[in-house]
Nanobody
């Protein structure tokens, strides 16, 4: 069964940090674009970051550059989103996705989605 499972969301104060994890099962995270989207209440799903496995480049939305960092552990078939200096505007449900590549910081043609994990930034 092909699956992405996210963990690591939660409640954090402004300025705090969280690390989201996304583990793939049933397929290897290779030859794809892998990334993160987020969706706040009443808004659409927006791209946050995308990693292109073919060339190793990572792309970030301007709103998270310098604060969020993408990484991966091939031995665990897992990718991570380290989020620092979090702001209330970062509050959203975060989804990992795997697709055919990256279109800037968006996963292009996503084929697999995780179930989402809630991140709430509030004092």
């Amino acid at each position: 069964q092909l699956q992405l499972v996210e963990t690591g969301g939660g409640l954090v104060q402004p300025g705090g940090s969280l690390r989201l994890s996304c583990q793939a099962s049933g397929f290897a995270l290779e030859h794809y674009g892998i990334g993160w989207f987020r969706q706040a209440p009443g808004t659409g799903r927006d791209g946050v970051s995308c990693f292109m496995t073919m060339d190793g480049n990572t792309y970030y939305a301007d709103s998270v550059k310098g604060r969020f960092s993408f990484s991966r552990d091939n031995t665990k078939n897992t990718v991570y989103l380290q989020m620092s200096d979090l702001k209330p505007d970062d509050s959203a449900v975060y989804y990992c996705a795997v697709g055919r590549g990256c279109s800037d910081y968006h996963v292009y043609a996503p084929e697999y989605w995780g179930q989402g994990t809630q991140v709430t930034v509030s004092s």
